[in-house]
C-alpha cells in the first residue's frame, strides 16, 4: 500500500507541474489519499471517509473532500468545484499507478524499465488483462485537458523517476 501511495503521489505531483497546480500540495493528496485503506478493512463504502477523520484540521477541507470523493463506492458527493478536479485527478492518477504496476509485473524482467507508453496503451485495451483496473476512470484524463497517450507516458516517466522506492 505504501509503495502504492507514492506511485499515485509522484503521479499527481507530475500532472500538477504539467497542468500548473500547486505541486507540493497535489503530491501530498496523492501519497494521503488511501491512508484509512487497511483502518477499514478494506471496506470500499467507508474508504476515504475514515480518511477525513483522519486527516482533520491538517488539510484544507477542499483536499479533504477530494480524497473522499476519490472513492466512487462511499456515496460521498463533493461540493466544492476545486474539490471535484482535485478528485478527479486523483482518480486517474490512481488507476493509471496500478495499469502501470501490472503491466511492469508481466513484462519479462518484471522492471518499470521495459514498460513502454504503447505496451500501457496496448494492456489498457485489452478487457482480459488488469481488470480490477478501471479503464474509464483513466480515460478520464482527457476532462483534464491531456491526451490519453500523454497522460501514460506522464505516469510512466514519473513512476519510472521514483523506480528505486518502488522496488522495481
Known sequence: MVKHCIA??????????????????????G????IDYDYVSRNMSKHGLKAVNILANLLLEDFLEAIAGHNEYN?????????????????????????IVVTAL???HRRLEEVKPETLLRKLKSKDFAKGVDRSRILEIEELGLKLE??????????KSITSGLGF
Open 8 to 29: 499515485v503521489e509522484t503521479i499527481m505531483r507530475a500532472l500538477a507541474k504539467r497542468l500548473g497546480e500547486d505541486i507540493e500540495l497535489r503530491g501530498l493528496i
Open 150 to 159: 500523454e497522460f501514460l507516458q506522464l505516469g510512466l516517466n514519473s513512476m
Open 31 to 34: 501519497l494521503l489519499h488511501d
Open 75 to 99: 456515496n460521498y458527493v463533493i461540493k466544492n468545484e476545486r474539490a471535484k478536479i482535485i478528485a478527479h485527478a486523483l482518480r486517474v492518477s490512481d488507476h493509471v499507478a496500478d495499469l
Open 106 to 108: 508481466v513484462m519479462p
